[in-house]
């Protein structure tokens, strides 16, 4: 076993000819860790996953899995890594088990206790042509695929994506149970609740960009979530002006609706709410609008806040 | 590894190729319609076992020159693009198959189809012929051997064709657009090109071999009637350059163009699979 990283991204631009591909990428993902890359729709994310399983050429720069270039030895490199594409699309006249007994013969082993494991786990079934199984079978059965011959590196994009929360819930025990089995993981999603559960570290990836790479503990402290209040009255803004980790985003009905960034400093503004007139109160759970409004204050910012700075 | 990966592909690209629409309703036809033909050409005309091989052969001779190619183009045409538009393709490139393995297993799967159909064809003529007992066996063996040529062929254009894209409409729409220039308009323009700029005989020749179905039409008139004297002047000069071995040259022509047609796709494919 090579001792280069699983992934090493360099500089890596890729576009396309109408489109925005990923600009000027640099990241890299250490042995044993679960690497969440996390970024709405269209933000460039498995252009990120295509490069590096060798199926697009990258426009500049280099990508590199377990120190060999994704291009140039894509087919060596894909005897170490499982993948899962973010569209599970099967050959719909097989059945689950012609599927899996396909795809395995182009891998040198599969440890048949292994499999029977990870069937069961999944709860797959193997009988039905596949176009006959739901979506959520699907994608199980994808699942498995990727598992299958045991690779030390998986690159996952949306795997969750059509299964059903008990499903998901134990496909995620099942990564960190990977994870302590010395695999290394790269999980795309587009959902912060996901990344947060199982990821190490994660990257954050918006038109294109990599917008910062952190762990997800500093992510929990940074990420501002919105909080927004009605009141019975017509409040001032600057009331929130002073507190640590809370701006205010937005200013509606001359105060009687005010929307504000919350930075886990929850007790000094509880405190403060507590002698204004509060009617109402949401405090959504976090999501991936509340990460970029961290990073990206200004552009999320509706015109309203003008309204509040001024 | 490589050599299995290759067979592990070809057998599956074998199998959808057979369980194919396109293929199975063209591979039909040519089974019924050459069956017909060859009853038909005997019924009506053959006053000899020769002379009734010869028309036979040659009736089917146009009908190959109608049907190969239009299964040939329409598979290949199919094969990549609708790996592409099903988005199968990420499964087969995230296995550890390179992309010379992909497009060599699509190829000799298809064309393993190809070489069926157009055997089962050929074949249900030779069992009536030699039924009645009027077929040259040799003969129609070399037909069989120059039409396969002919559909991979074929095939190597269409997969050349499929390669630049990520639909199977504008594929198979490409695909039908060529048939339509090989088969049939290409013969006209040549016509009358020859007829308009009295074009010398080699130079006649020289571009109506740039046509595959061209090369497959004049060596197999010139394998069925000794002579291309029905060519005309092209013809004539073919004959006395070539001699006998026109057909041998033309088969390797029908060769080269498949090999051009898969080295021109596996250097498409190896830049960029995906689109």
Redesign the interface.
């Known amino acids: 076993m090579t001792t280069a990283p699983p992934i090493a991204v360099e500089q890596l631009t890729r576009n396309y000819d109408s489109q925005r591909g990923v600009i000027d990428l640099t990241f890299t993902v250490q042995p044993g860790e679960i690497f969440g890359f996390l970024g709405p729709n269209g933000a460039g994310k498995t252009t990120t996953i295509r490069v590096l399983m060798g199926f697009l050429r990258p426009t500049s720069g280099r990508a590199r899995v377990f120190g060999l270039d994704c291009w140039t030895e894509s087919t060596e490199i894909k005897k170490q890594v499982g993948y899962v594409p973010g569209d599970v699309r099967l050959w719909e006249n097989m059945t689950g088990v012609q599927f899996l007994d396909f795809l395995g013969a182009f891998h040198q082993y599969i440890d048949p206790a292994w499999r029977r494991k990870l069937l069961e786990r999944f709860r797959v079934e193997l009988d039905k042509r596949i176009k006959h199984l739901s979506r959520g079978n699907r994608q199980k059965l994808a699942l498995v695929q990727a598992f299958l011959h045991d690779p030390p590196l998986l690159i996952l994009d949306e795997p969750t994506s059509g299964l059903d929360p008990l499903m998901q819930h134990e496909f995620l025990t099942f990564l960190r149970e990977e994870r302590d089995r010395g695999k290394t993981i790269f999980l795309s999603s587009h959902q912060l609740s996901e990344v947060e559960r199982v990821a190490d570290r994660v990257g954050i990836i918006r038109e294109g960009r990599l917008v910062a790479v952190l762990t997800v503990e500093e992510l929990k402290r940074r990420r501002t979530r919105p909080m927004e209040l009605i009141f019975a009255q017509p409040v001032d803004p600057q009331h929130f002006a002073d507190l640590p980790g809370v701006r205010v985003l937005s200013v509606h009905d001359e105060g009687r609706r005010i929307e504000l960034g919350v930075q886990n400093e929850l007790p000094a503004l509880l405190r403060r709410l507590a002698d204004l007139p509060v009617s109402d109160m949401i405090y959504a759970p976090p999501d991936l609008e509340s990460v970029f409004l961290t990073y990206y204050q200004a552009e999320t910012i509706p015109p309203a806040q003008e309204e509040a700075a001024s | 590894?490589a050599g299995?990966?290759v067979l592990?592909l070809a057998q599956?690209e074998l199998r959808?190729a057979l369980?194919n629409r396109w293929f199975l309703a063209d591979a039909v036809a040519l089974l019924v319609l050459s069956s017909a033909l060859s009853l038909l050409v005997f019924l009506t005309g053959a006053t000899s076992p020769v002379s009734g091989f010869g028309r036979t052969a040659a009736s089917l001779v146009n009908l190959m020159l109608l049907l190969v190619p239009l299964m040939g183009l329409t598979l290949g045409a199919l094969a990549l693009a609708s790996d592409r538009e099903?988005?199968?393709l990420?499964?087969w490139?995230?296995?550890?198959?390179?992309t010379g393995a992909y497009f060599l297993s699509k190829a000799l799967g298809i064309g393993l189809a190809l070489a069926a159909a157009v055997t089962l064809g050929f074949g249900a003529s030779a069992v009536f012929l030699l039924f009645v007992g009027a077929t040259d066996p040799l003969a129609f063996l070399a037909l069989t051997g120059l039409t396969i040529l002919l559909a991979w062929t074929s095939l190597t254009l269409g997969l050349l064709l499929s390669s630049r894209c990520s639909r199977t409409s504008t594929a198979v729409s490409l695909a039908l657009g060529l048939w339509l220039v090989l088969v049939l308009l290409g013969n006209l323009g040549l016509m009358g090109t020859a007829l308009a700029v009295r074009l010398p005989p080699s130079w006649l020749l020289g571009i109506a071999l740039v046509n595959p179905t061209e090369a497959y039409r004049i060596a197999a008139l010139r394998l069925l009637a000794g002579t291309l004297e029905l060519l005309g002047p092209a013809g004539l000069y073919a004959d006395e350059r070539f001699g006998a071995t026109l057909p041998h040259l033309l088969a390797s022509m029908l060769l080269l163009w498949s090999l051009v047609g898969g080295f021109a796709t596996y250097a498409i494919l190896r830049?960029?699979?995906?689109r």
């Not at chain 2, 490139?93 to 390179?98: E, H, I, M, R, T």
């Not at chain 2, 830049?271 to 995906?274: A, D």
């Open positions: 590894m299995n990966t592990v599956k959808d369980r099903r988005s199968a990420e499964f490139l995230a296995q550890p198959v390179g830049r960029e699979v995906l």
